[in-house]
């Protein structure tokens, strides 16, 4: 038996090794925050940290440690280039937006492409495929995706359970950090005395540092807070890793995000004020604590965050935001009782409305309209309330009923199931299409949140439109086309040269694509664009070329 224990030794040790192999930066460049982890991004927390590269492309990315790229993803949105590399300390780092990959990858990935005439792949490798050591260059820092700017997103995540890890926090990287969160906005909520019937907002505090008078605030009220970090040497609105409000020194609420949830992100709509981030605004996380919000688990709270006065006396309330390395900005206000000057707004008489509880299923019929909300999609009991707006347009092609369904402020976690009556003739069926109603129309689909809706019918085709500079659509190697649909929308844009299928991008509106000349030799080929909308519609365009 003895000598099996050198082995042994031998092998605790080299695990130890990889175990203890220190992230290096990605970058070259000084390390600098465009965007930090946890921040609120309306619908989701940022889930990796945003490395500046000072406004270029194409800086190298270094690997941070040893491992393998495991997964590859290209999608006109989302990470645009994405580059995963698992590590053997059982974490994955991920790189996104990236101009380029490193060229056996990058070969990889556009022999896919033609392989399934797919501008969006998405692979994975085994671990002998592409190995790389810390510190390789894996690719080029870009703009890719839902990007507004050259930057690599990067996370690292527990493989397992491909949970994203606030690396940050845990001291990965140890960026300089002394300055403490910035409040810029501050409001205060009314809580209907009618049950279910919601709140309203009571106190704007633009310059929330400024305040010095106490507070007016009714029997039961809740606030929203608007806070962002600084840090040295970068101009950009970073994550509050912490929030906290106390009244007179009891904790109401707190909210810390931790490692982000990916699989409950969404409720994020519940820890927001979701009226103010809807109408463009930044997101405020709010005290009070619905309860359906399944994001508890990073709360803390007492009265569900609500304030209560019931008496005379002047109260503190404060209010804390905490950054990631512990650096504090806190604010106290002078708060008391004063139910008489809030009176509730005026509600819309018109609206037919109905209590409906968030754990319960809920539905509604009405003439021609039914709208079924699975349970769980709601995170508090409201007043659900709907309306018809208006009858059939011919001239816009509405051949039904317009419904407004529900309140557009009231978030949900999961969409519900509509069906509108409709008068469509047989060979149009599959011309009719559930429309977001409004000044124009778009495409909903049949799973809605709350919002105006109506059938409508499309049976205009896409148009197409190639982008000319001095009659010739070549600009440099590049080809761009402008395509539109006015009515349900582009479904796919398809590329061909020469009768073959040519890579190209569709975003915004815009199909892309780049000549290669070891793809395409030089001299006069013909391009052929191919759109489809939703509805089924198509055309196409062919022009003549040389390069
Ligand atoms: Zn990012």
Same mark, same amino acid.
């Given at each position: 038996?003895?000598?099996?224990? %050198? ?26 925050? &465009? ?42 949105? /989302? ?36 392989? @399934? ?88 505090? @633009? ?12 029997? !039961?009220?809740?606030? &929203? ?6 840090? +040295? ?7 509050? +890793? ?22 409950? /992100? ?17 997101? $405020? ?26 008496? +005379?006396?002047?109260?503190? $309330? ?46 509604? @019929? ?7 909300? %699975? ?14 707006? &208006? ?19 009231? %978030? ?11 008068? *469509? ?19 909903? /689909? ?16 896409? &148009?197409?439109?190639?982008?000319? !500079? ?28 020469? /009768? ?30 191919? *759109? ?16």
């Amino acid at each position: 038996m003895k000598r099996f224990f %050198p082995l042994v030794f031998a092998l605790v040790l080299s695990l130890n090794a990889w175990a203890q192999e220190q992230a290096i930066r990605p970058l070259d460049v000084p390390m600098s925050f &465009a965007g930090t982890y946890g921040e609120l991004r309306h619908d989701h927390f940022h889930s990796g940290v945003d490395w500046r590269v000072g406004g270029k492309v194409g800086d190298d990315i270094h690997v941070i440690k040893s491992g393998y790229i495991s997964r590859v993803s290209v999608s006109p949105w /989302g990470y645009g280039n994405g580059i995963y590399v698992t590590h053997p300390d059982g974490t994955t780092s991920v790189y996104g937006h990236l101009l380029r990959f490193c060229e056996p990858v990058a070969r990889r990935v556009e022999k896919e492409q033609y392989a @399934t005439e797919s501008f969006s792949v998405n692979l994975r490798f085994a671990p002998d495929e592409f190995p790389v050591k810390q510190g390789d260059v894996i690719g080029q820092v870009g703009n890719t995706g839902s990007s507004a700017g050259p930057h690599l997103h990067m996370e690292i995540r527990d493989t397992e359970q491909d949970l994203s890890l606030n690396y940050i926090s845990r001291g990965v990287y140890k960026p300089i950090d002394k300055t403490s969160p910035q409040f810029h906005r501050v409001c205060f909520y009314a809580l209907d005395t009618l049950p279910l019937a919601g709140s309203w907002r009571i106190h704007n505090l @633009t310059k929330p540092e400024a305040v010095r008078d106490t507070l007016v605030l009714p029997w !039961r009220s809740y606030v &929203a807070i608007d806070a962002t970090d600084r840090q +040295e040497g970068t101009g950009a609105k970073l994550a509050v +890793e912490q929030y906290r409000v106390s009244l007179d020194d009891t904790l109401l609420f707190a909210f810390k995000v931790g490692d982000v949830p990916t699989d409950r /992100g969404r409720y994020i709509r519940s820890l927001i004020q979701y009226d103010e981030s809807r109408r463009g605004g930044r997101d $405020l996380v709010k005290s009070l604590v619905e309860p359906g919000n399944r994001l508890d688990d990073r709360i803390e709270s007492r009265h569900r965050g609500v304030i209560e006065l019931d008496d +005379e006396a002047v109260h503190t $309330l404060m209010l804390e935001a905490i950054d990631e390395h512990g650096n504090r900005a806190a604010l106290r206000y002078r708060v008391r009782h004063g139910d008489e000057r809030f009176q509730a707004p005026v509600r819309d008489s018109t609206l037919q409305a109905l209590p409906w509880l968030w754990y319960m299923q809920n539905s509604v @019929t009405d003439s021609t309209m039914s709208y079924y909300l %699975p349970a769980g999609a709601l995170c508090d009991n409201i007043y659900f309330t709907w309306k018809k707006v &208006a009858g059939p347009d011919p001239a816009r092609g509405i051949v039904s009923d317009v419904w407004q369904i529900g309140s557009p402020d009231i %978030p949900l976690m999961r969409a519900g199931a509509l069906e509108i009556a409709a008068d *469509v003739p047989p060979e149009l069926e599959d011309k009719a299409y559930m429309a977001n109603y409004g000044r124009t129309l778009s495409y909903s /689909g049949v799973n809605v949140r709350f919002g105006t809706y109506c059938v409508a019918i499309d049976t205009v085709a896409p &148009a197409i439109q190639f982008v000319e !500079r001095k009659k010739n659509i070549v600009d440099g190697s590049r080809i761009r086309i402008r395509v539109r649909d006015d009515g349900s929308g582009i479904e796919a844009a398809r590329v061909e040269i020469d /009768g073959k299928w040519y890579l190209s991008m569709l975003r915004n509106g815009v199909v892309s694509l780049e000549l290669k000349p070891e793809r395409l030799r030089r001299g006069k080929h013909a391009i052929k664009v191919i *759109v489809t909308d939703i509805c089924g519609n198509e055309s196409h365009e062919t022009r003549d070329f040389s390069y």
